[in-house]
């Protein structure tokens, strides 16, 4: 992979990771970047989340290395520090009856409260802002058991985005929301690169919304990376029909030059024009 732009905020480095003896990703090389949204896609099994939690440090690879701003070994920090600069939206999280929303948000702020004291100096407005941009603010004195999938996808996200770490990762963070949530939480991913210049790595299925959102893409099929690079040269209908293993037409946009992903089943309209 090119490293041209900015440097590595969280970097996997020939990372081996597996369950036992059955290696899952072998010789995975990724960057993730300050002020860019790289996103990981592949078919289902193919290792993104497992990736993505060696990286934040919720799963131990066989081998390689994890590294923070180019050089540091991520277990070269204690968890709390590690906690401070990574973040990540797991796939899946545990609701407990009668927890009010405003409670699950101000856990994420655990890492930043005083060891002793307990005083969080930034925690209210941080808690305030995470909810809002989340748009769970309504919601703010409802049990987490008693939301709906979308509506908690949300909190966690808000519990999240409350840390304000520099590197934020996000396994399938589009799940269960309808389609405006779905395009306020990208944009929201987008502003927090481009704005705030946060080094954001995401898990899609959506390869249309990866190619959307993503400055890099990488692409894993095969027990590897099959490719990383820029949406154009990875997002072609060779390599995703190769991973996917059905036929996935790619053609970018005729205005704004993005790339409009169709996969080809027996039965859609594009396969019956093409038969
Ligand atoms: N706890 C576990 N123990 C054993 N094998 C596991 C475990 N978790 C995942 N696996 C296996 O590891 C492989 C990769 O799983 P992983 O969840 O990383 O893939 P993924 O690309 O994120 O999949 P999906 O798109 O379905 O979410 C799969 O074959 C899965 O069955």
Known sequence: MAITRAASALRAVDLRCGYGDV????????DVRPGEVTALVGA??????????????????????VLLDGDTPAL???????????????????????????????YGRHPHRHRWRGTD????????????????????DRGIDELSGGERQRVWLAT???????VL???????FLDLRYQVEILELVRDLADVHGVAVGIVLHD??????????????ADRAVLAAGPPEDVMTAELLSAAFGIRIDVHPD??????RIHPVGRHTHRARQLA
């Open 169 to 175: 990762l996000l396994d399938e963070p589009t799940t």
């Open 23 to 30: 290696d899952v990703v072998t010789g995975a090389c990724v």
């Open 76 to 106: 070269a920090l204690s968890l709390r520090e590690f906690a401070r600069r990574v973040t990540l939206l797991t796939q899946s999280r545990p609701s407990p009856a009668g927890i009010p929303v405003r409670d699950v948000v101000a």
């Open 44 to 65: 289902n099994g193919s290792g993104k989340s497992t990736l993505l939690r060696s990286m934040a440090r919720l799963h131990t690879p066989t081998s390689g290395d």
């Open 160 to 166: 999240c985005l409350c840390q304000r770490t520099s």
């Open 254 to 259: 005729a205005e704004t030059g993005v790339r």
């Open 207 to 220: 390869l249309q919304q990866a190619c959307d959102v993503a400055d890099r893409v990488v692409l894993l």
């Open 121 to 140: 100096p930034d925690g209210a407005e941080a808690i305030a802002w995470a909810m809002e941009v989340t748009g769970v603010t309504p919601m703010a």
